[in-house]
């Protein structure tokens, strides 16, 4: 088993405010109490066959809590990588924002290329209290397969955060790799007023597959939730989003604004939209829009017409796709998704 | 400028231009006329560098340089401008951001500095001005959902942004209203100077009368049949182009 989370940190000022933040193997020594308070709330061991393997089997992860009122003064990151081929990673990461507290928190996913292929099936809690925010913000860029959609992780992941009253949670992600991506980062709006966000560019070239999206539930009243997914798809590979807004019968006021959006380059690739809708209460508002668009080679004639080559034109597209979701991310990591993005579409067009 | 020398180029096997030859020189405008199907926008497309024609044989020449086998960015970067028919749409891509990109790519083709901000703002005040285009606009997607008059400006805007050696204007008066026409007859007559050449792609004389031919070309069946002064436009517009073909029997 292999997951070596390595932590970027400042820890003297963490310590200083009271934030934990260490490695989940440590936490379970050093503050037992909290993490057992929390670990296993939001995704129970019985969530799903993954969840249950992680549960059984997790060798590490991050844990992190953020103090009352406290405002966590620069964003934490971990970097997991995972280094043995044939094996599976499981991490498992506990998030918990006490009453009136902010963190924005950074996941970079990277896997070396390998033949065979590798798991990575990881558990994510976010616990934001009352009047809390969690920002929690992913760049993965596991390894997709070679062109021949040989190789590749498999990337199956449970990602789920509870809202308390007032609280926020956001969830912006960047996946570009993975040959194989299941995963649908959701928000549990149990607290009044509460507040779910999904961000998400997922890019899928040559082979790979990818079904993503998330599930927002809203229990609270007055509580609000936002999707806007972006898919590109490339290659022979194929891009569904898949997304559920479920208002119970108690959840008055629930608001909802979906808006998916496909990008398809060339001729073989697929993008795929399935947004379930579940509206138990008269008073719930769900708005959804979709769009689906094609890089046309007219297009990228008129880019080279102009002076702009190929690469750079659908970088231009691309981006311009993305922004929206692009502008989301803490700086440092938008420059890097941006790079990224350019360099998973490489030759895809041509 | 250009010279095209005994052109011939099909498409999908369909042979369309057979054997055509034109000159264009430096501080000249030179209309280029001919009925549905003659090949006036297939030509357009070649000299810009459109992958889907081939050309089975002649030159094609750009300031003495043969430019057959330049990507069409290369030949942008030489000084290529091809105002287009049908303008695409390209959406989340902003004008302002279009044009920045484009201008500085050619300027990094040329081994030069992106173009300060604050010169790129000002050009684009002025041009945008000389057009008669709604700053607001410039923050728009690209065409997308611009009318047919919106689109042939923003054409004529980048062509005097971009500020090319050669420009084409593909059928740039189709779909425009009168003062549309006006204003976009106006940019590019500003544009024209001693060292720069036109080529206008047109079915009919109205465009004309703003922006002056020195040369006028019918093309006809491939080739260009015959070369006059701007009097053959009005002497096209009055007995049509079946007087053409009637004088080549």
């Not at chain 1, 991506?181 to 899928?204: D, H, M, Q, R």
Request: charged content about 25%; aromatic content about 8%; glycine content about 8%.
């Amino acid at each position: 088993m292999d997951s070596v989370s390595v932590a970027t940190t400042f820890k003297k000022t963490l310590g200083e405010k009271g934030i934990i933040f260490m490695p989940i193997s440590e936490a379970i020594q050093e503050h037992p109490e909290l993490v057992k308070k929390y670990l296993g709330t939001v995704v129970p061991t019985s969530d799903n066959f993954y969840a249950a393997l992680n549960s059984a089997v997790f060798s590490d992860g991050s844990f992190c809590y953020i103090p009352k009122g406290v405002r966590c003064p620069m964003e934490l990151s971990t970097y997991f990588r995972i280094n043995e081929g044939g094996t599976g990673q499981f991490e498992r990461t506990l998030v918990v924002a006490d009453k009136g507290s902010y963190v924005s928190y950074l996941e970079g996913c990277t896997a070396p290329q390998r033949d065979e292929n590798q798991l990575h099936a990881a558990v994510v809690e976010l616990i934001a209290l009352d009047d809390a925010e969690i920002k929690y913000s992913t760049v993965q860029n596991w390894f997709p397969g070679d062109a021949n959609g040989k190789g590749g992780v498999f990337n199956f992941v449970t990602k789920r955060a509870l809202c308390e009253t007032n609280a926020k949670v956001s969830w912006t992600q960047v996946e570009t790799g993975s040959a194989v991506t299941w995963k649908y980062p959701s928000c549990i709006l149990k607290g009044n007023n509460s507040v779910g966000e999904f961000y998400s560019i997922a890019v899928t070239n040559h082979y790979q597959q990818a079904d993503t999206g998330t599930k927002m539930i809203h229990l609270g009243k007055n509580t609000k939730s936002t999707i806007i997914s972006k898919g590109i798809s490339a290659g022979k590979s194929q891009n569904s989003y898949r997304g559920l807004v479920q208002v119970n019968a108690r959840a008055e006021n629930a608001r909802n604004f979906s808006q998916c959006d496909s990008l398809l380059m060339g001729n073989e690739c697929g993008a795929h939209t399935f947004p379930y809708i579940e509206a138990k209460n008269k008073t719930a508002q769900i708005e959804h829009e979709a769009t689906t668009s094609k890089i046309g080679e007219d297009q990228l004639f008129y880019c080279n017409q102009r002076g702009i080559d190929t690469e750079k034109a659908i970088a231009l597209i691309v981006n311009g796709f993305s922004k929206e979701v692009l502008n989301k991310l803490p700086m440092e990591f938008a420059v890097e998704a941006q790079k990224l993005l350019e360099i998973s579409l490489e030759g895809s067009v041509g | 400028m250009l010279k095209i020398n005994n052109l011939h180029a099909s498409i999908d096997d369909k042979s369309i231009l057979k054997g055509l030859n034109i000159e264009v020189k430096a501080g000249e405008v030179h209309a280029i006329m001919g009925p549905n199907g003659a090949g006036k926008s297939t030509l357009a497309n070649i000299v810009a560098g459109k992958e889907e024609y081939e050309v089975t044989d002649g030159t094609i020449e750009l300031n003495g340089e043969d430019i057959s086998e330049l990507a069409p960015e290369e030949r942008a970067h030489n000084g290529v401008f091809l105002s287009f028919q049908y303008p695409v749409e390209i959406p989340g891509v902003s004008v302002t951001n279009f044009i920045k990109t484009a201008i500085n790519e050619t300027r990094k083709a040329k081994g030069l500095e992106d173009m300060p901000a604050k010169d790129m703002l000002k050009m684009i005040r002025e041009k945008s001005e000389l057009l008669e285009i709604d700053r607001k606009f410039l923050s728009r997607s690209l065409n997308e959902g611009f009318s047919g008059g919106e689109k042939k400006r923003n054409e004529i805007f980048q062509m005097a942004m971009l500020q090319p050696k050669l420009a084409i204007l593909d059928e740039t008066d189709s779909g425009l209203d009168i003062d549309a026409l006006r204003i976009v007859a106006n940019g590019v007559n500003k544009l024209k100077s001693k060292d720069n050449a036109v080529i206008v792609i047109t079915h009919y004389q109205r465009l004309l009368e703003y922006i002056v031919p020195d040369f006028v070309h019918v093309l006809h069946d491939g080739k260009i049949v015959k070369t006059g002064d701007a009097s053959l436009a009005l002497e096209l517009e009055a007995k049509g182009y079946d007087w053409i073909k009637k004088e080549l029997v």
